[in-house]
């Protein structure tokens, strides 16, 4: 006795310890941060699936990293899980249009006196008996196929669910690899200016040596290589940043090395696939998103007529089966066996609620309200869809007469900047007009590598837009 006093004092003063353990406690107060007690150190896991690991030396395509995206970006497999939980739900809602049958084994003892006048005699009985039970609906007036019919809707709308992610990692990693491919392009652009200006640097040193050229002409040469270099920084800067980002949608560690192409490799557009009245009605068809909201009002019409159901009465039948085979012994006598015996039962039941307090009203209710909600977000999310077509198209259209205007500005500075250095080295042009025109022409490259990556990125934010992105995977 003293040592169970002993054991129930320690038990509560740990208990008592556990509950006043100051990682189980708030914060002291909202001025101050939460410091974290010793021995709460959480770890984040390991990755659940191994990372990609690029190949170094060789030089990736859109296409191919879109395909690495799908395989590694844990989005894909969250949106997949999700649709095979659903799915799981299919199958647990269909199963209830089948019977439950259930094997049990129940082996029972009880001592209980007996009255025998004038005595009481002890009697002990054992039983064993393995049974069979059935419980099977009838007919509950479409109840369970009600059910099973939502079941499907969600599942469908986890599977447009699961399609629309993919559509949005694989925009994600087109809008990346545009932006390093632009990024590449500004710094190759930098590169060729910064030799321009430098060019023009040792030829107004030169000028000065033989005395055709004075010392400001020289100073604006050497500020006007300042800036190129200037630039060329601030262009691989953007390159690395833009590097992570890229590889952060690819699902792997930005610090991982790998190749893509270069944007003078890639073919640019002359025009637009379609007109703005066919993307809108591609996008209209096929979008996942759109679709998904579709499968929910689906799902909120079956809700209404699963909750009708509840007004009907359910038909049931449930019984079981087996053997039994029971042991007994009285005082003062031997114990005997029971022959085995055959043990059945068989029950038809008709339910039928006549008043719950109006919670299938309510229910009802809330369906219509879920119904009508659903709808009025088809309504809107249509509407959204075709305005994002329409200004993805204005805006592709609008990349698209902007590059061509950069590639005739391009052509149009190169010239001038050859001119004009061709004829300062005559004597001819003055310093200012090669600087001038050195500038221009960096201005020039600039506009035309971003007016290929704009109008790359709108076209594909156009394909994003009507859902084409789920069967090219470049545009």
């Given at each position: 006795?003293?040592?169970?006093?002993?054991?129930?004092?320690?038990?509560?003063?740990?208990?008592?310890?556990?509950?006043?353990?100051?990682?189980?406690?708030?914060?002291?107060?909202?001025?101050?941060?939460?410091?974290?007690?010793?021995?709460?150190?959480?770890?984040?896991?390991?990755?659940?699936?191994?990372?990609?690991?690029?190949d170094q030396s060789k030089i990736y395509t859109l296409s191919e990293l879109v395909n690495l995206a799908e395989q590694n970006n844990p989005e894909t497999r969250v949106a997949w899980e999700n649709a095979r939980a659903r799915a799981a739900e299919l199958g647990i809602s269909e199963a209830t249009l089948y019977p439950t049958l259930a094997a049990a084994a129940v082996a029972q003892t009880s001592r209980y006196d007996v009255l025998f006048s004038p005595l009481f005699y002890r009697q002990t009985v054992e039983t064993f008996s393995p049974t069979f039970s059935l419980d099977y609906t009838i007919f509950d007036f479409g109840k369970r196929l009600q059910d099973v019919a939502i079941s499907r809707s969600d599942l469908l709308a986890a599977n447009f669910l699961f399609n629309d992610t993919h559509r949005k990692i694989i925009f994600l990693v087109m809008q990346a690899y545009y932006r390093l491919l632009n990024s590449k392009g500004q710094e190759s652009a930098e590169e060729a200016n910064l030799k321009n200006a430098q060019t023009v640097q040792e030829s107004a040193e030169a000028r000065l040596q033989e005395g055709l050229s004075t010392l400001p002409d020289v100073l604006e040469a050497r500020s006007a290589a300042a800036q190129a270099d200037y630039d060329l920084q601030a262009a691989i800067g953007a390159t690395e940043i833009a590097h992570g980002d890229l590889a952060t949608a690819l699902g792997i560690s930005p610090t991982i090395q790998f190749q893509v192409e270069s944007i003078q490799d890639l073919t640019i557009p002359?025009?637009?696939?379609?007109?703005?009245?066919?993307?809108?009605?591609?996008?209209?068809?096929?979008?996942?998103?759109?679709?998904?909201?579709?499968?929910?009002?689906?799902?909120?019409?079956?809700?209404?007529?699963?909750?009708?159901?509840?007004?009907?009465p359910t038909l049931s039948v449930n019984g079981s089966a087996g053997l039994a085979r029971s042991y007994g012994e009285q005082d003062q006598s031997h114990g005997v066996y029971a022959p085995t015996q055959e043990t059945w039962s068989a029950k038809l039941s008709l339910n039928w609620t006549l008043f719950d307090g109006f919670a299938r009203e309510n229910r009802i209710a809330k369906a219509k309200a879920d119904q009508k909600q659903a709808a009025a977000e088809v309504d809107a999310a249509r509407d959204q869809v075709e305005n994002d077509v329409w200004s993805a198209y204005s805006t592709a259209r609008t990349a698209l007469r902007q590059q061509k205007a950069a590639a005739a500005l391009l052509a149009a500075a190169s010239e001038s900047y050859n001119a004009a250095l061709q004829s300062y080295n005559y004597g001819v042009r003055s310093q200012i007009d090669v600087v001038s025109a050195q500038r221009a022409l960096a201005v020039a490259r600039t506009a035309d590598v971003s007016a290929r990556t704009q109008l790359l990125t709108g076209i594909a934010a156009l394909a994003f837009q009507t859902g084409d992105l789920l069967h090219a995977k470049r545009p």
């Open positions: 006795m003293k040592r169970l006093y002993v054991h129930l004092i320690a038990t509560s003063i740990l208990l008592i310890a556990v509950t006043s353990s100051p990682s189980q406690s708030v914060p002291v107060s909202p001025e101050r941060a939460w410091e974290r007690p010793p021995g709460t150190q959480l770890v984040v896991p390991t990755r659940s699936t191994p990372a990609f690991a690029p002359e025009e637009l696939p379609n007109t703005v009245e066919q993307s809108i009605d591609r996008a209209l068809a096929q979008r996942p998103d759109l679709m998904q909201r579709v499968a929910q009002l689906r799902a909120a019409r079956s809700e209404i007529k699963a909750a009708r159901t509840d007004y009907l």
